[in-house]
């Protein structure tokens, strides 16, 4: 999608190294897991290692695939301007007040992986609801959701002082307290 938005993708990455052209890759030319597993590197011209991969310098960092990638041990020599974080966990906290120290934003897995999560949700309403929803329909939900939250969260960073980790919890524990409010305990 980021190739289709116009972002030039410099690298990406399988459990063997990275594909790399600081001039950009064409992502599409690159067999998905699911077409031909741990490939990534055969089809590159120049690759590099996964730990030198998070280093590069580039406009945004999005670890997808496993937790513990950005540590204490790395977080200094990260020179990307915004971390995505794709994978469940991928920054450990030490890191994390490392980038923060840093001022490089790291917008959480909370939120930025959050769909999958609200489709399965999605697919639970359809089950007990016994109603089957267009492929369009469950796109068009996930889209309100995910920029429903992206803007709540938005809106807590603005304010000042917090992260965007700090601010999806200030989120998350607020609407729990609305609940609370509004429906008391449950069941």
Known sequence: ????????VVAVSDVNGAAYDPA????????????????VTDYADETIGNDELLTLDV??????????????????????DLIVEGANGPTTFAADAILAER???VVPD?????????VSYFEWLQDINRRSWSLEE???????EMLSAW????????KGGVTWRDAASIVA?????DAHANRGLWP
Request: proline share 6%; hydrophobic share 40%.
């Open 173 to 177: 524990l607020s609407r729990l307290v």
């Open 59 to 80: 406009d945004l960092l999005i670890p997808e695939a496993i937790g513990d990638v950005i540590t204490e041990a790395n977080a200094d020599s990260i020179q990307a």
């Open 138 to 144: 469950v796109q068009e939900q996930l889209d309100q």
């Open 151 to 158: 803007e709540d969260v938005r809106v807590e960073v603005e």
């Open 1 to 8: 999608m980021l190739d289709e938005w116009g972002a030039t």
């Open 24 to 39: 950009g890759l064409d992502p599409h030319t690159i067999p998905s897991h699911d077409e031909e597993p741990e490939a």
């Open 103 to 105: 001022d490089i934003p």
């Open 110 to 118: 909370i939120l930025a992986n959050a769909g999958g999560v609200t």
